[in-house]
Every structure is written in structure tokens, then in C-alpha cells.
């Protein structure tokens, strides 16, 4: 298989409510559709994820975009691809840019599959035609506001709920949520809004039962993880640590965290995702699927990865209302008791929508043989 041409849609898309973290606030979501063609004419689709500011992880939209087109695109040049495998290895020469990487490694994937009529599942382990869904939920100071989003969420069947924390936002929208829903499956993320001074407030986040506190140190400290671990009864989950599996590794050698959220952009793609999917499994940390505000595109490569049953907790991947007005596939995702169907159309299963796409994207070809 040789690359013959890549298309780019640059697209825009407004979120239905801003969403807020300890980054900060967005009203909108700036990502690129990769289109990869074949010598054949098979198209793949991959999503570029990176958000406009260096602030969750160093990767921005506007570098990943240099890095493909200046160092990632001459590799693939040429190049006879026997397994979308081979991406991840011609791609090594090129240090960390992770997220610039899966976009066009996940399109390979999906053409792939395409090329062979296969669905993507296809190549993973032991999968299920629906999965259980999470739901994230920003930072909202009217904590009325706050319980009328999560009660609405629990209504329409999402089985998990993350809640965006901070210092100063943490125990009191925490305590309201438990003594709503008691049973809820219930986590919190704080994007490394705290430092290890901040030990005995975290300590108290103990008595609420929550399934894990995700990322509550900086993205590139694994020793101040492992103090905090071992002081708190609620498993620590580790997301902007993790690029490769050698930070998984690292996290489990030092007893960082008990839990792992895997996003597929984050850790340069497919094949190093399916490295620290065997690795959690081999060492029993649990690991679950992250979401960057996906498009549909993003969302059913999502989707067919967390369909293999080693997912046991729900991901955040949500329907497509959850964010997005109008999403731009053809069929968007929605959520029926708690679950969302894996697609069973080739490759990642969607098709593009003409007029979405017409509305909030602009077109060029970035490369032609």
C-alpha cells in the first residue's frame, strides 16, 4: 500500500455550552479531518486533536499541522506500507509530537481496513457491539446550574460522571453531587491544578467514594504521584503523563496511580494504544478511553477501541449532542440506556457530511504524487 494524496478539512466547530477547566474556558473546538488516499483510490479518515494553546499538553494545532506537513508526510512519501504498523516505526525518527502522529496513523488504520472490507474491530481483542458510557462535566459555579447538568446527564443513562476540579472547586460541588446520587459512579479530574502542599485537602477527598482522581500533579511529575498515592485510599489515575508506554511503566514501577485514561491521540496512535492496553492487563491497572472533544470522525475510532471488553469503565466518549450542535458525519452518535453502538461499516464506520462540513470547514490538498 503507498500514500498517493492527503486532504485536509480545517474545521470549527461551536460546543452547545463553554466548557471549563483549570486550563481554562472553550467555546469552540478547532480540529483538522486528515483524508489519506491509497494507490487504489481507498480513502482513510483520521482527526488532529491538539487544542489552540500549549496548555494541555506542548502539542497546538498550528505545530501539529507544521510537524505533518514538514517531517511526517516526507516519511510517508514513497513509502510501501505492508501494516498501518509500519507507520508508528517510520514515524520514530521524529521526537514526541504524538497527537500530529495519530492523525495520520489512525487514518492509515482506518484506509487499511477499508482496503482489506473489514471493520476496525476487527483487528482488536474480544469486542462487544455496544459499550457504557461516561460523561465529563466542566467546572460550573452556580452549583444549581452544576446539578441540573448532572441530573440531566443520569436521566439520559450515562453510567459515569467526571467532574472538572480545582483548588477552591472541589469539595463542596463533590459533597452536593453525593448527597444527590449516593450510588452514582462518580470521579473527578483537576488537570494538575494542585501540588503536594495540597496533600491533606486532597485527603479529604477520600470519604466521597469516588472511582479515582485523575491527574492531580503536574503532566511530567510521576514522584510527587507516587507520595500522594500512598496517602490517599482513592486510586490515582494518570492522563497527560501518559505519551508512550514507557511512561506506563514508569508509572506502575514507582506506584504513581492505579488507573490509566488512554487517549489515542496522546500516545501517537493505534499501535502504541493496543501496547498499553496488553501492559494494563498483564499488570491488572485499570485503564480506561479519554476523549479531546471529538468530532464523529474521532468519536468512532473511539469507539471501536473502547469496544474491546477490557474496557470495563465507562469512557469518556459521549453521544454527539453531548458537545456539538451538529456533528460532521452523516449518522451522529446518541446514547440508549447508557450505551453507544460500535459501528459496523468498514474501517471507523462513518461517512463525512457534505453540508456540515460546508458550514464550519475549509478544504486543500496537502499532498499529491
Known amino acids: 500500500m503507498r500514500i498517493h494524496r492527503i486532504d ?25 479531518i486528515l483524508l489519506v488516499t491509497d494507490e487504489l483510490g ?12 500549549p496548555d494541555y499538553i506542548e502539542e497546538t494545532i498550528e505545530t501539529a499541522r507544521i510537524i505533518i506537513e514538514k517531517h511526517l508526510i516526507p516519511l510517508l512519501k514513497g513509502a510501501e506500507i505492508h501494516h498501518p504498523q509500519d507507520v508508528s516505526f517510520l514515524f520514530d525518527e521524529v521526537k514526541g509530537n504524538q497527537m500530529a502522529k495519530s492523525s495520520l496513523e489512525t487514518a492509515i488504520w482506518d484506509l487499511y481496513a477499508k482496503r482489506n472490507g473489514m471493520s476496525l474491530k476487527t483487528y482488536f481483542n474480544d469486542t462487544r457491539a455496544q459499550i457504557p458510557v461516561g460523561v465529563s462535566v466542566g467546572i460550573q459555579t452556580d452549583l444549581a446550574v452544576l446539578m441540573d447538568q448532572i441530573t440531566e446527564y443520569v436521566k439520559q ?9 480545582r483548588p477552591g472547586y472541589d469539595l463542596k460541588p463533590i459533597e452536593a453531587i453525593r448527597q444527590k446520587f449516593p450510588e452514582l459512579s462518580l470521579m473527578v479530574d483537576a488537570n494538575s491544578a494542585y501540588r503536594l502542599k495540597d496533600v491533606p485537602h486532597l485527603k479529604q477527598l477520600d470519604k ?41 511503566e514508569v508509572a506502575f514501577s514507582l506506584g504513581s496511580c492505579r488507573s490509566i485514561n488512554l487517549k489515542i491521540p496522546r500516545v501517537g496512535g493505534i499501535t502504541e494504544a493496543m501496547k498499553i492496553v496488553d501492559f494494563c492487563k498483564e ?3 485499570l485503564v480506561w478511553l479519554g476523549g479531546m472533544f471529538e468530532s464523529g470522525v474521532g468519536r468512532a475510532l473511539n469507539l471501536q ?22 456533528d460532521i458525519i452523516t449518522d451522529p ?13 468498514l474501517g471507523i464506520g462513518v461517512s463525512l457530511s457534505g453540508e456540515i462540513l460546508a458550514k464550519y470547514s475549509t478544504y486543500e490538498t496537502i499532498y499529491s504524487k
Open 8 to 32: 485536509r478539512y480545517r474545521v470549527r466547530l461551536p460546543l452547545r455550552t463553554p466548557f471549563e477547566t483549570s486550563y481554562g474556558r472553550l467555546t469552540e473546538k478547532a480540529f483538522d
Open 42 to 53: 481507498n480513502q482513510g479518515m483520521g482527526e488532529l486533536v491538539p487544542f489552540e494553546q
Open 157 to 165: 443513562g450515562y453510567q459515569r460522571v467526571k467532574l472538572k476540579i
Open 208 to 248: 466521597y467514594n469516588l472511582a479515582m482522581i485523575e491527574q492531580p500533579f503536574a503532566a511530567d511529575d510521576f514522584l510527587d504521584h507516587a507520595l500522594l498515592q500512598k496517602e490517599l485510599k482513592t486510586a490515582i489515575c494518570l492522563d497527560e503523563n501518559i505519551r508512550t508506554l514507557k511512561d506506563c
Open 283 to 285: 499488570k491488572e491497572l
Open 305 to 326: 477501541f473502547a469496544s474491546q471488553k477490557i474496557f470495563t469503565f465507562p469512557g469518556d466518549i459521549s453521544a454527539s449532542d453531548r458537545y456539538y450542535y451538529e
Open 333 to 345: 452518535f446518541e446514547i440508549h440506556n447508557g450505551k453507544i453502538s460500535v459501528p459496523d461499516e
